[in-house]
T-cell receptor, first 110, second 114 residues
Framework: GIQVEQSPPDLILQEGANSTLRCNFS?????LQWFHQNPWGQLINLFY???GTKQNGRLSATTVATERYSLLYISSSQTTDSGVYFC????????????FGTGTRLQVTL | DAGVIQSPRHEVTEMGQEVTLRCKPI?????LFWYRQTMMRGLELLIY????????DSGMPEDRFSAKMPNASFSTLKIQPSEPRDSAVYFC????????????FGDGTRLSIL
């Protein structure tokens, strides 16, 4: 099956700092999603981005499908950004299983 | 719009008991997924349905686990008999029939088997 690697595994930032999270995957995909798991355990959709670049407020993401990686950018981080960020990939459009990476645990401090 | 609804949110039961987790997908979505999250294995797919038909159940750990989708608006995941190693958070997700749309996740059921 597809292998998904995320880096870094852990990240501590001071409020206001910027960060880049990386997701590498081992095979071609046509579904890639970024999630934020908040301290209450909810999985929040951030981006559906099998290719290209998207932005939503302070967050943006870029996927280079031909090189099998995706990046999540967080600018001007806030304490509410704390939690675990997961990248998940799939093949076969939306109606196919997602394979999750092991996540990046982010802690934003005051 | 209502999201994916899971119940119960928390379940604590004793080893050997039957456990039933429930999921109501988003209206109009035709694919439904059951995932499990544990510290050891992370997030992994157990089974998914398309138009109420099971498509891939290769992630179901053993015969103690079963899942059904009797109609487009309801699915169950059953564990019988339950064991302490089944303790995990179980997520249900759904996605629409159109392409280029994400999977939407419920809030999960936190299951503890004593």
């Amino acid at each position: 099956g597809i292998q998904v690697e995320q880096s870094p595994p852990d990240l501590i930032l001071q409020e206001g700092a910027n960060s880049t999270l990386r997701c590498n995957f081992s095979d071609s995909v046509n579904n890639l999603q970024w999630f934020h798991q908040n301290p209450w355990g909810q999985l929040i959709n951030l981006f559906y981005i099998p290719s290209g670049t998207k932005q939503n407020g302070r967050l943006s993401a870029t996927t280079v499908a031909t090189e099998r990686y995706s990046l999540l950018y967080i600018s001007s981080s806030q304490t509410t950004d704390s939690g675990v960020y997961f990248c998940a990939v799939g093949r076969g459009g939306t109606a196919s299983k997602l394979t999750f990476g092991t996540g990046t645990r982010l802690q934003v401090t005051l | 719009d209502a999201g994916v609804i899971q119940s119960p949110r928390h379940e604590v039961t004793e080893m050997g008991q039957e456990v039933t987790l429930r999921c109501k997908p988003i209206s109009g979505h035709n694919s439904l997924f059951w995932y499990r999250q544990t510290m050891m294995r992370g997030l992994e797919l157990l089974i998914y349905f398309n138009n109420n038909v099971p498509i891939d159940d290769s992630g179901m750990p053993e015969d103690r686990f079963s899942a059904k989708m009797p109609n487009a608006s309801f699915s169950t995941l059953k564990i019988q008999p339950s064991e302490p190693r089944d303790s995990a958070v179980y997520f249900c997700a759904s996605s629409p029939p159109t392409s280029n749309q994400p999977q939407h996740f419920g809030d999960g059921t936190r299951l503890s088997i004593l």
